[in-house]
């Protein structure tokens, strides 16, 4: 689909990219939650706009939207989209990134020239084993990359450029959409799905070459209020219950060796404790809940709402609340009803001589919403790797197969009409 002597824009564009500072703030009262990354998305529409994507713009909320026109005769094409997110993890630091190109890789461990205790090593990125002889970009040591998710955005761009470029490639409306505050958990807060138009979209945001994630996990937060009793306590005898005590009592009744983070893999869920606030009167822990299905959630609001009911059995004077929010659901709920979304993906990395591979996530994706809010919408692979850490590395070769994959999937839809 992509002749072997196209000249690929996407890591220039990358290396461009990543030296925007996008981080966005889970502190935040704003949307987006850091004005920066308004300055990224500014500028990626004066880039669409000089490529020739004429209704490029960018909302007052920081979405950047663009249509790829259809090229074709065929009127009953579904619009297809493709979706990044342009700001990066509050965990690490993203200003001031210098990237470093490491050419013809040896396949061994990379030490990063500014700190040279920060290594990323073969053994916890297995990955690296097969990419010996290709170029793999990382940051200095300073701050972590950026290529979750601004290697999407530079996929996506060189995709619709390829596109314009060879008009002889047929393919429908394609949708461009470039989100901020999917780090923090509102990247599709205020996404307008009517307007985006798409029938089916893409996050390009994933990890392992010629991956597709349909599924991911189901989430809820739990929050768990423990009222003591204050008093002064030069007089509190029999009298002051120390909420900060029930917390720590109720916390250590957690399971040690399962339904955490650290002792789970694969398709295990766990409950998170992720914060606790408090004093002597009320003390607050707030959870993470994770699991594959909605009937596994329940089973894990049920055990906490017991293990609370027992530490306050052991405080009589003690009281606590237990309030659950949701925040989002397994998207292959949806997605299995729309079985055409994934085969394309499926088909279009067969055709570049990718083997698919269908996975899960253990997290979340601004898919998942989007999937409950009527746009089917898994996760295809952008070729980023140890995102959120300064160990964060990418494929140029990786890169160029994920271009390959958004431009075969629109000639697909095309097809297929």
Known sequence: MIPADYQYTCVERFLRYVKYDTQSDENSE??????????????????????GIDDAAMDENGYVMATLP????????????????????????????????????????????????????????????????????????????????????????????????????????????????????????FFDVEKFGAKYAYTVDGEQLGSIENETFCADSLTVEFEGVSIHPGF???????????????????????????????????????GISGGIETTTIKFLLRAFTSEELREQEAFLRKLVDETVAEFPKGKADVTVQESYRNMRYVLDEHPQVLEVAKEAMKRIGLEPE???????????????????????FAGEHSFHSKREWASVQDMHKAVQTIVTIAAIFEEQA
Not at 33 to 49: F, M, R, Y
Not at 111 to 128: G, H, K, M, R, Y
Not at 154 to 168: G, M, Q, T
Not at 238 to 246: P, R, Y
């Open 70 to 189: 259809a090229n074709t005769d065929k009127a009953n094409v579904p619009v297809v989209g493709f979706i990044s997110h342009m700001d990066t993890s509050p965990d690490v630091t993203g200003e001031n990134v210098k990237p470093v190109m490491h050419e013809n890789y040896d396949g061994k461990d990379i030490v990063l020239p500014e700190d040279n205790s920060i290594v990323i090593t073969v053994a916890d990125n297995p990955s690296l084993k097969d990419k010996a002889g290709e170029t793999i970009i990382t940051a200095d040591g300073t701050t972590l990359l950026g290529a979750d998710n601004k290697a999407g955005i530079a996929e996506i761009v060189d995709a619709a450029h390829f596109l314009l470029s060879h008009p002889e490639i047929k393919h429908g409306d394609v949708r461009i959409c470039f989100t901020p505050d999917e780090e923090v958990g509102q990247g599709t807060k």
């Open 358 to 380: 269908i996975g899960s996530i253990r997290g979340g994706t601004d898919g998942a919403r989007l999937s409950y809010m009527g746009l089917p919408c898994p996760n295809i």
């Open 236 to 274: 509190a005898k029999d009298k002051l219950l120390n909420s900060v005590k029930m917390a720590a009592r109720f916390i250590e009744k957690l399971p040690k060796d399962s339904l955490s983070p650290e002792t789970t893999e694969n398709k295990e869920g766990y409950v998170h404790p992720h």
């Open 30 to 51: 704003t949307f987006p939650s850091t004005e920066k990354q308004k300055i990224l998305g500014a500028d990626l529409v004066k880039e669409l706009l000089a490529m």
